[in-house]
């Protein structure tokens, strides 16, 4: 199983960026699929999650800036940022809790994407 993340890069203060992560490989189903981030110096956080089922929830930092989707017949979330702010730059990890079968199932993650918000 791969996680193939895209779509960072550098945008000034107030723009825009939508980040793209596709599942790959063997997969029975996937639960959870969520947008980690990791600023410089940082811990790693979590900033937006989806269910299976579409319900999201979202870091207090990024609630009404950031939204979460997913198209489960592609495998892939989508995290659209807007309102970007300097102190959001920081490497984007997708998470994705993937079933091989009923029962098994494996914690992935993506390779990260450079977010840039300059100011």
């Known amino acids: 199983v791969q996680l193939v993340e895209s779509g960072g890069g550098l945008v000034q203060a107030g723009g825009s960026l939508r980040l793209s992560c596709a599942a790959s490989g063997s997969i029975f189903r996937i639960n959870d699929m969520g947008w980690y981030r990791q600023a410089p110096g940082k811990q790693r956080e979590l900033a937006a999650n989806?269910?299976?089922?579409?319900?999201?929830m979202y870091a207090d930092s990024v609630k009404g800036r950031f939204t979460i989707s997913r198209d489960n017949n592609r495998n892939t979330v989508y995290l659209q940022m807007d309102s970007l702010k300097p102190e959001d730059t920081a490497v984007f990890y997708c998470?994705?809790?993937?079933?091989?079968?009923?029962?098994?199932?494996?914690?992935?993650w993506g390779q990260g994407t450079q977010v840039t918000v300059s100011s």
């Open positions: 989806i269910t299976s089922g579409g319900s999201t």
């Open positions: 998470k994705a809790r993937i079933f091989s079968d009923y029962f098994n199932f494996n914690d992935y």
